[in-house]
């Protein structure tokens, strides 16, 4: 969608969040695709505010140095943009030939946006007819426009050309879904949730076809700035201590061993909130169904993000939920090879490469193929 901006193929996705930058570059090959470079590298700190790079010097030279260690040699880039002011709405409009909604899409967009359009980037899809003969569905997309501006500003500083600006849920969607290694997900229904620093992004995928994004400022820095108060000292000092909490057990076992983890009795409000709101977007989208529909139900839950390393993670979530969870590791369970890397790297990073997997894939794929429309 975004991409309409942009069109030349590239091999290299950069993830770019608050706490981390993460870059894949694959290839294609005779028998599929392969992961030729990955690495990841700290984002400065305080660099990213609201979504928006504010300091493109430091992040383009930290993308910029990463790439060089990694032998990482193309010289162009598709990112994303994710938050709470990506809008992703599927909307239905008055039935109309493409070039007519792109003419008045920023009026049509207006009466599903609150913000304000003139600052604001909006792009669609047209997805098919609704059950209204006289209405279609189209796949709505809008972010400010500043958000997008900063991420095309730092990859140029970076000497990079930007190809395409996705959504952190499309690329997300790409990688673990469209590129399973089964297709134990395209006929299932599943909820996607990444764990970033930041911010949870909570995306359900029903057979395939993208259904609901949402949201939550709850995140793995939410649990190391609860911990840094109980502590005072340093956020790098709370990182640890949180890193530290599951030293002996995971944290599905932490409270029923006792013992005094005062980190854990601060972190775990925080958790289960987070876990209530995961329940919210999972009710809401059951409540789009008739009451006891076979469609409404959710198979499984799909962790991903920097925090979704945390041991034991998904078991206390399945348990707080009553879903099946499973923690991704993008290259256990898509069909991309990654003979090329360190198997050591992979085995580490695997959990957190999800996003950068699927921006690399974006212009790599016939665009009939993805679902995605950034």
């Known amino acids: 969608m975004i991409s309409s901006f942009f069109g030349k193929e590239v091999t290299v996705g ?10 894949v570059e694959i290839e294609p090959t005779p028998n599929g695709w392969t992961v030729v470079n990955a690495a990841v590298a700290p984002t400065p700190s305080e660099a990213i505010k609201d979504g928006c790079i504010i300091n ?29 002011q990506v809008i992703v709405r599927q909307v239905q409009f008055p039935k109309m030939p493409e070039a007519m909604l792109r003419k008045s899409i920023k009026y049509e967009a207006g009466k599903f946006i609150s913000s ?28 400010p426009r500043d958000m997008i501006d900063s991420r095309v500003a730092t990859l140029e500083s970076a000497g990079l050309e930007p190809l395409v600006i996705d959504i952190e849920s499309f690329a997300l969607i790409r990688a ?11 006929n299932s229904t599943i909820a996607l949730i990444d764990i970033g620093a930041s911010h949870t992004n909570v995306d359900i995928v029903s057979k395939g076809d993208f259904a609901l994004t949402r949201n939550i400022p709850i995140a793995g820095d939410s649990f190391t700035n609860s911990i840094r108060s109980l502590l005072g000292g340093g956020f ?10 599951t030293a002996q057990y995971p944290i599905d076992e932490l409270n029923a061993v006792g013992g005094d983890n005062k980190c854990w009795r601060v972190v775990q409000p925080l958790l289960d909130e987070l876990i209530r709101e995961i329940r919210r977007s ?12 076979a469609d409404a139900g959710v198979d499984k839950i799909v962790v991903t993000g920097g925090t979704a390393r945390i041991p034991g993670l998904g078991t206390y979530i399945s348990n707080k939920l009553g879903i099946n969870v499973e923690v991704a590791h993008v290259f256990e369970q898509t069909a991309i090879k990654t003979e090329a890397v360190n198997k050591d790297f992979i085995d580490e990073h695997g959990s957190v490469l999800a996003v950068s997997t699927g921006l690399a894939l974006k212009e790599l794929i016939p665009e009939n193929t993805s679902k995605a429309v950034a």
Not at 14 to 23: C, E, F, N, Q, T
Not at 61 to 84: F, H, P, T, W, Y
Not at 282 to 293: A, D, K, V
Request: charged content about 25%; hydrophobic content about 40%.
């Open 56 to 84: 493109i010097v430091d992040v383009s030279q930290e993308i910029r140095n990463m790439l060089r260690d990694a032998d990482i040699k193309a010289g162009g880039a598709v990112c994303a943009i994710s938050g709470s």
């Open 14 to 23: 950069i993830d770019i969040g608050s706490s981390s930058i993460k870059a």
């Open 116 to 143: 304000s359009m003139e600052d604001s980037i909006v792009e669609f899809e047209i997805l098919g007819e609704a059950e209204d003969p006289n209405q279609m569905n189209v796949m709505l997309v809008a972010a």
């Open 236 to 245: 790098d000092d709370a990182e640890r201590a949180k890193r530290e909490m």
């Open 282 to 293: 999972i009710h809401f989208y059951q409540s789009q169904f008739p009451e006891g529909s």
């Open 176 to 186: 673990l879904v469209e590129f399973n290694a089964t297709d134990e997900y395209l």
